[in-house]
């Protein structure tokens, strides 16, 4: 007799109504999963080789990219104009987003658009923007951006639609996570991109384009853990 457990991605099962001690299987990870008295426990935690959100004092509420794998010193990047940035990034924990926010250190007048997508089985991005804001790239400084999220544990995608040339704040090379490897070579993907200047709906299921050896444009989340 087989016995199959009920199943489906961790971002299903986090959203479900089980009974304590139950167990499940999310599909998009291969993990094992038991509801415990509150919330859900991973058996087998995946391994990632994205980062997350980390732990913080209550006092403290700066923001954090969640793609930034070490303490690497910042940089800068200039985007090209009429490009789509894609970035992953994994959630480990349930959090609620109340503020994405960029650094604009040279200006470029335009307007930029900022949107989180979910994945698919494939952690592919997938449907539309989950949440979204935009700002004027026309002035430097920093562009808080409100929005209203909660994020449950799984595979995420930043997406940043440039209209513009502006230099951003972003996250130096060697703070990257590999992404792949172009045959074997020297220069490890840090971001794929499509082309575009608003925010595509659906997000695209082809015409994205590997970069390697460069530095990635910084979306800051304010969040808390839910």
Not at 4 to 32: H, M, V, W
Not at 70 to 78: R, V
Not at 118 to 124: A, D, E, K, L
Not at 197 to 215: F, M, Q
Request: with cysteine; aromatic share 10%.
């Amino acid at each position: 007799m087989i016995i199959r457990l009920k199943r489906g991605t961790k971002s299903q099962i986090y959203n479900a109504t089980l009974q304590t001690g139950e167990p499940t299987f999310a599909t998009d990870t291969n993990e094992l999963l038991i509801m415990g008295t509150t919330e859900q426990i991973v058996i087998n935690p995946a391994v990632s080789t994205y980062t997350s959100f980390t732990p913080r004092p209550p006092d403290i509420t700066e923001y954090q990219v969640p793609y930034a794998v070490n303490a690497t010193a910042g940089t800068t990047l200039g985007l090209r104009a009429s490009r789509t940035y894609w970035i992953p990034f994994t959630v480990t924990k349930k959090v609620s987003v109340t503020t994405l926010a960029t650094n604009v250190t040279t200006a470029s007048a335009g307007t930029h658009y900022v949107g989180i997508y979910g994945s698919n089985n494939s952690w592919q991005p997938t449907g539309a923007p989950l949440a979204s804001g935009s700002f004027d790239a026309g002035s430097p400084g920093v562009k808080p951006m409100s929005v209203s999220l909660t994020l449950s544990p799984g595979v995420y995608w930043v997406c940043w639609a440039a209209s513009s040339p502006a230099t951003v704040r972003a996250i130096a090379l060697a703070a990257c996570a590999s992404l792949g490897l172009a045959t074997l070579g020297t220069s490890n993907t840090t971001y794929y991109y499509t082309s575009g200047i608003t925010l595509p709906n659906p997000a695209p299921t082809s015409g994205y384009t590997a970069v390697g050896g460069s530095a990635l444009p910084a979306v800051g989340f304010s969040f808390s853990y839910v």
